[in-house]
T-cell receptor
Framework: GAGVSQTPSNKVTEKGKYVELRCDPISGHTALYWYRQSLGQGPEFLIYFQGTGAADDSGLPNDRFFAVRPEGSVSTLKIQRTERGDSAVYLC?????????????FGQGTRLTVV | KQEVTQIPAALSVPEGENLVLNCSFTDSAIYNLQWFRQDPGKGLTSLLLIQSSQREQTSGRLNASLDKSSGRSTLYIAASQPGDSATYLCAVGMDSSYKLIFGSGTRLLVRP
């Protein structure tokens, strides 16, 4: 596609429920990143994929959070037993990495509200 | 641990003014630094990317400088316009991946 697509754009869920957030990167981009942005803050890194594998998941806050990218394209961020503190905008970015240039393109995000 | 700070948190200026947004970081061993723009309810748009070996980058009315040794970057916006109103985020990369460390942003309002 023309850009990074994230669905849904908004998600409201009840505390304790399971949610999945989807990211469709730009075609051909090998690297995919998930960030979380709380109100009034800058984005915080969650996890980074190079191809199908998670190259760095050090930003995942706890084991309720998990992400997959089974075919090296679309990625799904999964959150179990959601808590009100998980409410934030979840941003996805993708890049075609080559030496010396790491420009990435961000999607518009999924706004998650846990009530 | 790298920390990125942006000052001021908010800024309101009349149209036509030249302005400077500031970004500071605690660990000077950065790989690159980027400035982004974020409009309400939208994702991030990359404005300028400065590699660690560079001192500045320019794009149109925007100029970003980098002083690694002092841990500072500035984003200069010339002849500001109401359409420049947005939140501006500074982010540093510590390696060639896109694992970035962001500041909290400066919320800019340009008044007509």
């Amino acid at each position: 596609g023309a850009g990074v697509s994230q669905t849904p754009s908004n998600k409201v869920t009840e505390k304790g429920k399971y949610v999945e957030l989807r990211c469709d990167p730009i075609s051909g981009h090998t690297a995919l990143y998930w960030y979380r942005q709380s109100l009034g803050q800058g984005p915080e890194f969650l996890i980074y994929f190079q191809g199908t594998g998670a190259a760095d998941d050090s930003g995942l806050p706890n084991d309720r959070f998990f992400a997959v990218r089974p075919e090296g394209s679309v990625s799904t961020l999964k959150i179990q037993r959601t808590e009100r503190g998980d409410s934030a905008v979840y941003l996805c970015a993708s890049s075609f990495e080559y030496l010396g240039n790491t420009e990435a393109f961000f999607g518009q995000g999924t706004r998650l509200t846990v009530v | 641990k790298q920390e990125v700070t942006q000052i001021p948190a908010a800024l309101s200026v009349p149209e036509g003014e030249n302005l400077v947004l500031n970004c500071s970081f605690t660990d000077s061993a950065i790989y690159n630094l980027q400035w982004f723009r974020q409009d309400p309810g939208k994702g991030l748009t990359s404005l300028l990317l400065i590699q660690s070996s560079q001192r500045e980058q320019t794009s149109g009315r925007l100029n970003a400088s980098l002083d690694k040794s002092s841990g500072r970057s500035t984003l200069y916006i010339a002849a500001s316009q109401p359409g420049d109103s947005a939140t501006y985020l500074c982010a540093v990369g510590m390696d060639s991946s896109y694992k970035l460390i962001f500041g909290s942003g400066t919320r800019l309002l340009v008044r007509p």
